[in-house]
């Protein structure tokens, strides 16, 4: 036998492409030749399979060897070809039978001593095997527990290529798993992770305007916006949000690992994403690191987001250009990368959590310390456009902490109490929207909100009086009635209350027009 | 009279002494045919002066005074029948105005309206509620236009219907600050705009104390409403002291430093503004008090929206304070807050702080 194929796959932003490394060993001069459109880290990998198979005691024959990783077409990258271009050549060389590789995906990166490292992306590659139809995968023994997450498919582990050949000999049995994410919820990993979470709501005296605008965007998926001096807490409220989160469905913590498993920043040992994920950025950030780049694209920050919250403190030291490539994303939940590649497609859907000063100083409205002229604020606050506060649909105020909040002892109220309420307002949005696009009010379009934000009469005039009173815009008018939905439902009521429009008649956005008169 | 606005025209040359030489020679044509030889020989004018008249003179005077008449810029000069009485009493007179639009009435009062530009609410929402009162009660007021204080209460005579005029510390065809546009449109209709530099100066800091002796020379009282302790109203008020006028000062609370200057006022004697109705007695031209209407307003707010309400004051107050202080719940004091503010009670000027309107 002088020509194998071994399965493998390559990842394209977050697609897997199932890859056939093919190896042919032939009579001619003695060479050994990769082909198949590779990146420079792939065409290393001969130097790395020669070595590991002649370290693992197995005398390469001076022959001419041909590797051929198909299809030619797509670009392959990384490290983890290693260990199927070296089982392609030993099956060629009669190592071991080259049926006893049949419908099985292999990935690994080697070791020059011939022991196998872990990669990453192991969880998107498994799944995509199990949808091809592959009944086992090898895998690095590092990256077991994180190819038992897929159901239904047998999961070898191995440390070094010796083993994997004489497993393939029928000489011995490697560890094997048939997997299932039941074993991560068996194994307890799921407590252990949540006993992490150490920080909570009730950690945080006083702000009760600002936790309960938090409650309300959280219930209905609100994009927010904080508004306050430096130190007013903006930022401890915020990074407890992921706490009054509703929790992950497996469904989800499948798709946000998936996510991490590509980046490779999952831990080896509890992969599962459990808790949702909170990223915040910082204000040099670039367009691609935030949105996802490079010449094949990699998921960026908001990705890294999806499922949980995206924090941009300080707001207004964004580039301009940055902040308005989040336009498209906070739109339609997902990110649409083109490059002559093709198109890549990238999960998106986060909360929107931005924090500010009201003026470069952060005093206004504070006369006796804010030292910001009308012009400076106005510069200050036009660092951000009209269309991306047009996606935010709750403003709060974040207030100067008084030393009565800090050294008061009231009982605060628990992150655990909140999130029952959340979880309350969205099994009833759940409810409401059934099959709909829809998951939460924030998505709601406008046809949509004239059928579930129906407004009686009485509230019809308050919203007509405001409108006339406040100066409202029609784009602010659809906020209110979304937020107004959202706090009907926090409240448990089907219909939309006076008391629930004034409410989020407060939390309307900033308006430039009115700042600082 | 080409030559007398030529005369009046010259940059670095002082008042004191285009003045001189007009007096000396009789008027602007006679000055600008003086041959250089007797400039220099003059006895008053230095080097630099001389160059500055030769340099005048090089000036296509024609062109800038079609220009002027092309913007309906009327050109004042001291010596002239219209020139403001009120000017011609205080020691440093400007040579010329000019003027878009009218000048002040002499035979009626006037009161200018001074402050900080970087006003409270507090201070602009009185600069207005006087303003308003004052035109309505067919005063005149006087003010800079500048942002703050000064642009609040000419509004507020515009509002009340009746003449304002704004002092520039720029050529009067340049509107500075440039967000007063409206105000400057509206102020020339009712009233003027008045400056003593000649058309197209830049508005330059040091013209600014400058205008400040006209503003206290054309009123006859002075209404400072927020000033802290050094600035420029305060400039208005001392001049307007040694030129013999009332100054009035708004008090307002003692730990705010915008009102420090004022405070400082009212210690060194200057009156006090209690309410507009009270200055108009005072001025002798009303002789009774008038009802307070405050007490109106709580009949018709329900009690709950009234606990919010007078919790707020005339300085912000955010919704974090307001919860602490009324012991309602966040949505509750959001809910009143939101009434009281589409009732006009109450106004939001930064995001969730809110005052009195």
Known sequence: ?517 | MIYEYWLASIPLLSDCKKRKLREEYGNGKAVYYIEEIRLRFSGFLEGKDVEAILKARKKDVRKEWKQLEEKKIRFVPYFAEEYPTRLLQITDAPYALYVKGRLPDKDVLSVAIVGARKCTPYGEGIALEYGEYLAENGLQVISGMARGVDGAGQRGALNGGGMTYGILGCGVDICYPREHIGLYMDIQDNGGVISEQPPGRPPLPVYFPLRNRIISGLSDVILVMEAREKSGSLITADLALEQGKDVYALPGPVNSQLSQGCHRLIRQGAGILISPEDLLVELGIRNQQSEQKSDKIKKVLENHENVVYSCLGLFPKGVSQLIEETGFSAQEVLERLISLEMKGYIREISKNYYIRN
Request: aromatic content about 6%; proline content about 5%; some cysteine.
């Open chain 1, 1 to 517: 036998m002088s020509f194998s194929t071994v399965l493998s796959a390559a990842i394209q932003g977050l697609h897997v492409e199932m890859i056939q490394v093919e190896a042919d060993v032939s009579n001619g001069l003695p060479m050994f030749h990769m082909v198949g459109y590779l990146s420079s880290e792939v065409k290393e990998a001969s130097e790395r399979v020669r070595t590991a198979i002649r370290n693992s005691g197995i005398q390469l024959p001076a022959k001419k060897m041909v590797i051929n990783l198909a299809p030619a077409t797509v670009r392959k990258r990384g490290a983890s070809f290693d260990l199927p271009i070296a089982l392609a050549v030993l099956a060629s060389m009669g190592i071991f039978p080259e049926e006893s590789l049949k419908d099985t995906l292999v990935i690994g990166e080697l070791s020059l001593d011939g022991s196998i490292k872990a990669v990453s992306g192991v969880l998107p590659v498994v799944m995509c095997a199990r949808e091809e139809g592959c009944k086992r995968c090898i895998l690095p023994r590092q990256n077991i527990q994180e190819g038992i997450l897929v159901q239904g498919i047998e999961i070898l582990g191995a440390d070094n290529l010796t083993e994997i050949c004489r497993c393939l000999n029928g000489e011995q049995e490697l560890e094997s798993f048939v997997g299932g994410i039941h074993h991560y919820y068996d194994r307890g990993c799921v407590q252990q992770n949540q006993k992490e979470e150490v920080l909570d709501y009730s950690d945080i005296q006083g702000q009760e305007a600002v936790k309960r605008a938090t409650e309300v965007a959280v219930a209905g998926g609100h994009n927010l916006l904080f508004v306050g001096p430096p130190g007013s807490g903006k930022s401890m409220i915020a990074k407890r949000v992921p706490t009054i989160l509703p929790p992950l469905t497996q469904e989800e913590s499948i798709e946000i690992t998936k996510i991490y498993s590509v980046l490779g920043m999952i831990d080896k040992e509890n992969p599962l994403m459990t808790g949702r994920p909170f990223r915040s950025v910082h204000h040099t950030v670039t367009k691609a690191a935030l949105i996802g780049g490079g010449m094949i694209p990699v998921p960026g920050e908001i990705s890294l987001a999806h499922g949980g919250v995206l924090f941009l403190d300080e707001l207004t030291e964004f580039q301009k250009p940055v902040l308005e490539v989040l336009r498209q994303p906070l739109e339609e939940g997902q990110i649409r990368i083109t490059r002559s590649q093709g198109n890549f497609v990238f999960p998106a859907n986060f909360i929107l959590i931005c924090a500010m000063n009201p003026c470069p100083c952060g005093n206004y409205p504070d006369f006796n310390r804010c030292t910001c002229t009308q012009a400076q604020i106005q510069q200050y606050l036009g660092k951000i456009s009209q269309p991306f506060l047009d996606r935010i649909d709750i403003c709060a105020e974040a207030p100067k902490i008084q030393y009565e909040m800090l050294a008061g002892a009231k009982k605060q109220e628990s992150s655990a109490r909140i999130r029952e309420r959340v979880c309350r307002a969205r099994e009833i949005q759940k409810k409401r929207y059934g099959q709909k696009r829809v998951l939460t009010n924030s998505m709601l379009n406008v046809n949509e909100l004239k059928e579930f934000c129906r407004l009686e009469r009485r509230e019809e005039a308050l919203m007509r009086q405001a409108f006339a009173s406040l100066g409202l815009t029609a784009r602010a008018y659809h906020k209110i009635l979304k937020v107004a939905r959202t706090i009907a439902d926090l409240d448990e009521s089907e219909k939309i209350e006076e008391s629930h429009l004034k409410e989020a008649i407060g939390y309307r956005t900033i308006d430039k027009k009115y700042w600082g008169r």
